[in-house]
């Protein structure tokens, strides 16, 4: 559902990510004006100085952090980085908002969750994240719910796109180089389309309901990462031959939840958006990409 959109200014952090550059995709899509794309000179979340005068600057009704630290491997070395952007920038923001009257819109995500539970993970599904990642990313909601109320905490998951480095690129040309390649086949959740992500964040936003809290976004439909690789090689027409693998055959720095889809109902029923399959999405992602 595309609500009517009001003329309220709206400024974005970590607009050159994967997600900023969705937000500013589905901008220019929808005709939207009145958004501010900060760089990250001008919208350094760690410096509180400057995000007073930001928010000076603009008078935000809104404010969407798109900045994450999101190495998920490197982050069990560098937990104090990690921290520093998925706490303490999550909550200076925050302080801000507050101060300047403006609503947070914050990204988080499916690793909050420990992964062993085989159903779909509610809003009010206990978090207990396994590695420094999702315990930033964690830290960073609850900073905000204790610094004020006005605010949506979005948890998305697999996030792909044209833009940036995700799973979806990483396919495409591993599979253009390779005749062979290994994928993850027991850990299961659901890709999600920043474009849609981003399309979903312009609906609340527009909606004018005060309804705060957090919200659980990815697209429909359950998969594993080697499914999620076959259908990229199937749609974008690339012969390579894909092998499933246990995650004990690929060890990574950091654990993943083996589990992750999230239910979604929350959202869908407070706001009416309707929230695309998966391989939809998948096939709508548009050249060089696919």
Same mark, same amino acid.
Request: hydrophobic share 40%; charged share 25%.
């Given at each position: 559902?595309?609500?009517?959109?009001?003329?309220?200014?709206?400024?974005?952090?970590?607009?050159?990510?994967?997600?900023?550059?969705?937000?500013?995709?589905?901008?220019?899509?929808?005709?939207?004006?009145?958004?501010?794309?900060?760089?990250?000179?001008?919208?350094?979340?760690?410096?509180?100085?400057?995000?007073?005068?930001?928010?000076?600057?603009?008078?935000?009704?809104?404010?969407?952090?798109?900045?994450?630290?999101?190495?998920?491997?490197?982050?069990?070395?560098?937990?104090?980085?990690?921290?520093?952007?998925?706490?303490?920038?999550?909550?200076?923001?925050?302080?801000?908002?507050?101060?300047?009257?403006?609503?947070?819109?914050?990204?988080?995500?499916?690793?909050?969750?420990?992964?062993?539970?085989?159903?779909?993970?509610?809003?009010?599904?206990?978090?207990?994240?396994?590695?420094?990642?999702?315990?930033?990313?964690?830290?960073?909601?609850?900073?905000?719910?204790?610094?004020?109320?006005?605010?949506?905490?979005?948890?998305?998951?697999?996030?792909?796109?044209?833009?940036?480095?995700?799973?979806?690129?990483?396919?495409?040309?591993?599979?253009?180089?390779?005749?062979?390649?290994?994928?993850?086949?027991?850990?299961?959740?659901?890709? /999600?389309?920043?474009? *849609?992500?981003?399309? @979903? +964040? %312009? $609906? =609340?936003?527009?909606? #004018?309901? !005060?309804?705060?809290? &957090?919200?659980?976004?990815?697209?429909?439909?359950? /998969?594993?990462?080697? *499914?999620?690789?076959? @259908? +990229? %090689? $199937? =749609?974008?027409?690339? #012969?390579? !031959?894909?092998?499933? &693998?246990?995650?004990?055959?690929?060890?990574?720095?950091?654990?993943?939840?083996?589990?992750?889809?999230?239910?979604?109902?929350?959202?869908?029923?407070?706001?009416?958006?309707?929230?695309?399959?998966?391989?939809?999405?998948?096939?709508?992602?548009?050249?060089?990409?696919?």
């Amino acid at each position: 559902m595309k609500h009517q959109f009001k003329m309220q200014t709206i400024i974005v952090f970590g607009a050159s990510g994967q997600l900023g550059s969705c937000l500013k995709h589905v901008a220019n899509d929808r005709a939207l004006d009145n958004i501010h794309f900060l760089s990250s000179a001008e919208g350094n979340i760690l410096d509180e100085v400057a995000l007073d005068i930001v928010f000076e600057k603009y008078k935000p009704a809104f404010a969407i952090n798109c900045a994450a630290y999101t190495a998920v491997d490197k982050a069990e070395d560098e937990i104090e980085q990690a921290r520093a952007i998925n706490k303490t920038g999550a909550a200076n923001l925050a302080r801000q908002c507050k101060k300047h009257s403006a609503v947070l819109v914050q990204t988080s995500t499916d690793f909050v969750f420990k992964g062993d539970v085989a159903s779909p993970r509610t809003e009010d599904d206990e978090t207990d994240p396994i590695g420094v990642y999702g315990l930033t990313k964690l830290e960073g909601e609850q900073a905000i719910a204790e610094i004020f109320d006005e605010y949506y905490t979005i948890r998305t998951s697999w996030l792909y796109s044209e833009y940036g480095n995700n799973f979806m690129k990483t396919m495409i040309k591993l599979g253009a180089e390779r005749d062979l390649l290994k994928i993850i086949a027991d850990q299961v959740g659901t890709p /999600t389309y920043a474009i *849609d992500l981003a399309g @979903a +964040i %312009f $609906d =609340i936003i527009a909606s #004018d309901k !005060k309804a705060y809290g &957090i919200y659980h976004y990815s697209n429909e439909g359950v /998969t594993s990462w080697y *499914d999620f690789a076959k @259908a +990229i %090689f $199937d =749609i974008a027409k690339i #012969d390579v !031959k894909v092998l499933p &693998i246990r995650t004990s055959e690929y060890p990574t720095k950091a654990k993943r939840p083996a589990f992750s889809v999230m239910d979604k109902a929350k959202i869908k029923n407070t706001f009416g958006i309707e929230i695309p399959y998966w391989r939809d999405s998948l096939k709508k992602a548009s050249p060089p990409a696919l």
